[in-house]
């Protein structure tokens, strides 16, 4: 998917989405809507607390800076904003986070780019329909040598497009329909990603986005 989506959500609104208890969202005043999210922008994500028991908020940045990334290296947060579902098992960067670390995304949307008949690139924007909030599978790090203290970021778990999105894009974020897909993707099953993503290629092909 492309590096670009929206998260304009009041606070509130998050909270709601996000189904945790009030006081339970750690960094909130980092958190600013916006209708341009890219790479390196704060936005809301839900996890399980220390304890593996209970959802939480916490605000981080987009674009996964691995924790073990030198001291006073500067942070790329594009080179992993993405982590495509069919091989985050074989690579040791996403595989070590699987069982701890898991987190959704919460977003109204994400942006993607398709050249006109003159080359012209036309911005188009992906959401469902009457504005619900978009929950995807991600997965975050916690790097300790950030400028400002310990630094959390995520990244978001992609799969095949649905056969409605693949004039646009050849893939799309992974896409926790329910509370119910939410809830086994918090979970510590590790075969969860590759569960996630036969589960929602088979939606794709009933349903679509």
Not at 51 to 58: D, P, S, Y
Request: proline share 6%.
């Amino acid at each position: 998917m492309c590096g670009r989506s929206r998260c304009a959500l009041a606070p509130e609104q998050v909270e709601q989405a996000a189904g945790v208890q009030p006081g339970r969202w750690t960094e909130r005043e980092r958190y600013r809507p916006s209708y341009n999210v890219q790479p390196g922008h704060w936005t809301p994500i839900v996890r399980l607390d220390e304890q593996q028991q209970g959802r939480m908020l916490q605000t981080m940045k987009w674009g996964l800076v691995p924790s073990f990334t030198k001291q006073g290296e500067t942070p790329d947060h594009f080179r992993m904003f993405n982590a495509r579902s069919e091989t985050v098992t074989e690579k040791p960067v996403f595989s070590r986070l699987l069982t701890r670390q898991r987190c959704v995304v919460l977003l109204e949307g994400f942006y993607e780019w398709k050249a006109d008949a003159g080359g012209k690139k036309q911005p188009y924007f992906v959401s469902f329909e009457e504005g619900a909030v978009m929950r995807m599978a991600g997965l975050y790090d916690v790097w300790a040598g950030g400028a400002d203290g310990p630094l959390a970021t995520y990244t978001i778990m992609t799969v095949d497009a649905s056969p409605k999105l693949t004039w646009l894009h050849n893939r799309m974020p992974v896409l926790l329909q329910d509370d119910a897909a939410v809830e086994a993707w918090l979970g510590d099953s590790s075969n969860g990603s590759e569960q996630q993503r036969d589960e929602q290629q088979q939606q794709h092909h009933e349903e679509g986005v």
